[in-house]
């Protein structure tokens, strides 16, 4: 928090409503006009992933894996994860796509996973491809349904143990 000479107060957080609701009650006579730096979870853990259940999704052709993260509403189009908005993308000349961008597969997932931090969720989705986007990796998808949502680590853990697991297989 700082305090600008003109008397207003810039606050960058990271929090949610209950903490706007606690610095209202305690501090009663300051108005906050900006409240878009407080960040509202829209995207929660559901469950958590199994070697059962990556097999299934793997197979399934209409099962994508999306890295998401919990405060930004996921949308309908794509526009590259460089930009904050599709209007700065727009802006810099960045093409903007309608549907996800989404993993095939665990494996391609994963191959992703180092450009996320650990608040990031991993969603499981139901949907229709509709081709790779720019970069040409990424599959583009017409998102019709979460069907789960996991933690980052519980992901990234699994992955580490099935391909630890199918390593060591290799090797005998």
Not at 36 to 44: L, N, P
Not at 46 to 52: L, S, V
Not at 147 to 157: A, L, P, Q, R, T
């Amino acid at each position: 928090m700082k305090c600008l000479f003109n008397g207003t107060i810039e606050i960058s957080a990271t929090c949610g409503r209950e903490a706007e609701e606690t610095f209202k009650a305690t501090y009663p006579g300051i108005k906050i006009e900006n409240w878009d730096v407080i960040r509202e979870v829209i995207y929660s853990v559901n469950n958590a992933p199994t070697i059962e259940k990556i097999r299934m999704y793997d197979e399934d052709s209409n099962t994508f894996y999306r890295f998401q993260e919990p405060f930004y509403e996921m949308g309908k189009k794509s526009w590259g994860m460089i930009y904050a908005s599709e209007k700065e993308a727009l802006e810099d000349g960045g093409i903007v796509v309608n549907g996800k961008s989404c993993c095939i597969n665990h494996r391609h997932a994963w191959q992703y996973a180092d450009a996320f931090d650990k608040e990031a969720l991993m969603m499981i989705v139901k949907g229709y491809g509709l081709g790779t986007g720019e970069d040409q990796y990424e599959e583009v998808v017409d998102v019709e349904e979460i069907v789960e949502i996991w933690s980052y680590e519980d992901f990234c853990n699994i992955v580490e143990d099935i391909e630890n697991s199918m390593y060591e297989e290799d090797e005998e």
